[in-house]
């Protein structure tokens, strides 16, 4: 069986970037999870002390706090600071750009669009720095638009920065089709986009996909769910114990490709035991 990994893949910038941080912090604590995979938050928590707060009631004065990669709400940061902690701010800079979107916005004369998952904390810290809370909305579809009563005759669009770029603009077309102005702001991160085209070009040459990464990862969902779309033999997967090597029998191309939260040695580990079913 040959094995192939996407032209793009696992770690994106703003993730490596926030992985240095904590390396460089030891024995501080990050404000909710750093990363959406828990396999490499265990391994900062073992190799460098990187514990987790999941509430601001847990912190304390005087600790180091980092901020995860998607950030977190205006009002969280304000309480943060009101507790006198050393705040080391990871939020991915492609998350920081959308929330300064969000916030210069004018919300005198725009009512504003979130493209993503209303729940997911990326999305819950953007929403945060509207000036108007009762004016932004957060959908996934299109269909979600015809709900919304808009309070203006113009609309600003932003997105998630994980999501599907193809599903982003069939919103903000909806939106162009029916309002006096739009303001389009494509958002989604420049390696998401890299490793969803890479997803789908070798997931159309592959037998069976492995897609490498955290359930609870949004990046990670598109990447299965794209693979899915031209690749029925295709399976998520978080670490190498979750592989059934009874998924391979009788395949002659296996892809891979991997979410961007997931390590290197994570994508590794998964290699080495499908090359130990194949011989």
């Keep these: 069986m040959q094995i192939r990994l996407a032209s793009h893949y696992g ?11 904590a390396q460089k912090h030891k024995s501080s604590n990050t404000m909710g999870p750093l990363i959406h995979n828990q396999n490499e938050i265990d391994r900062l928590k073992n190799s460098f002390d990187i514990g987790l707060y999941h509430t601001l009631d847990e912190v304390k004065k005087n600790d180091t706090i980092i901020i995860r990669t998607h950030g977190i709400t205006k009002e969280n940061m304000l309480k943060l600071k ?14 920081t750009t959308l929330q300064n979107i ?71 077309n909806k939106l162009i089709l029916n309002f006096k102005e739009v303001k389009v702001f494509n958002t989604i991160c420049d390696a998401t986009l890299q490793n969803q085209e890479a997803t789908k070009d070798l997931s159309k040459e592959s037998d069976i996909m492995i897609v490498i990464g955290g359930k609870n990862s949004s990046n990670t969902r598109q990447l299965f769910n ?6 029925k033999d ?8 979750e592989l059934d090597t009874s998924w391979a029998k009788d395949k002659q191309k296996c892809g891979i490709t991997a979410g961007a939260s997931t390590p290197d040695w994570i994508i590794e580990e998964v290699i080495e035991k499908l090359k130990e079913t194949n011989e």
């Design 82 to 95: 009101s507790k006198d902690t050393n705040i080391i701010n990871a939020t991915c800079p492609y998350v």
């Design 234 to 241: 295709s399976y998520l997967i978080e670490n190498s114990s």
């Design 226 to 231: 794209i693979s899915k779309e031209f690749c």
């Design 11 to 21: 770690f994106c910038f703003g993730v490596k970037r926030a992985i240095n941080i």
């Design 102 to 172: 969000v916030k210069n916005i004018d919300d005198t004369s725009y009512s504003i669009v979130i493209f993503g998952d209303a729940k997911h904390p990326e999305v819950m810290g953007v929403k945060s720095w509207a000036k108007n809370q009762k004016d932004i909305y957060v959908v996934l579809t299109v269909e979600e638009l015809d709900d919304i009563s808009f309070k203006h005759d113009k609309v600003a669009i932003v997105a998630q920065t994980t999501r599907n770029k193809e599903k982003f603009l069939e919103v903000a």
